[in-house]
């Protein structure tokens, strides 16, 4: 299984971007799918998890309310949308699964070790 993720780049305070996360071959509905990032000199941090059982949704408290997160299941994508970017957004983002269990398991989605697979990353950089 490949995960690809997309959307990155550079944009201004109060900006949107949409990031993509995409597995080529391999089908991502029946699996959680989360958002992390990592700002420079910090450690990874969970951002969102969509469930792949019941399509509960989680939020880390510092994007609530910016940040949506979706599946496109006819493009076989899981997407975060990201509205009123602040600098402190800015960071390298990655998307993981969990192929071992359907949900996101309440606060788990916030651990690295809950996920078997991650892409690559893309960056984003929130900046005036």
């Known amino acids: 299984l490949q995960l690809v993720e997309s959307g990155g780049g550079l944009m201004h305070p109060g900006g949107s971007l949409r990031l993509s996360c995409a597995s080529p071959g391999s089908t991502l509905d029946r699996y959680p799918i989360a958002w992390f990032r990592q700002a420079p000199g910090k450690e990874r941090e969970g951002v969102s998890c969509?469930?792949?059982?019941?399509?509960?949704?989680y939020y880390a408290d510092s994007v609530k309310g910016r940040f949506t997160i979706s599946r496109d299941n006819a493009k076989n994508t899981v997407n975060l949308q990201m509205n009123s970017l602040k600098p402190e957004d800015t960071g390298v983002y990655y998307c993981?699964?969990?192929?071992?269990?359907?949900?996101?398991?309440?606060?788990?989605?916030?651990?690295?070790?809950?996920?078997?697979?991650w892409g690559q990353g893309t960056q984003v950089t929130v900046s005036s």
């Open positions: 969509i469930s792949g059982d019941d399509g509960r949704t």
């Open positions: 993981a699964v969990d192929r071992m269990w359907p949900g996101c398991s309440g606060d788990l989605w916030r651990e690295n070790s809950k996920y078997d697979y």
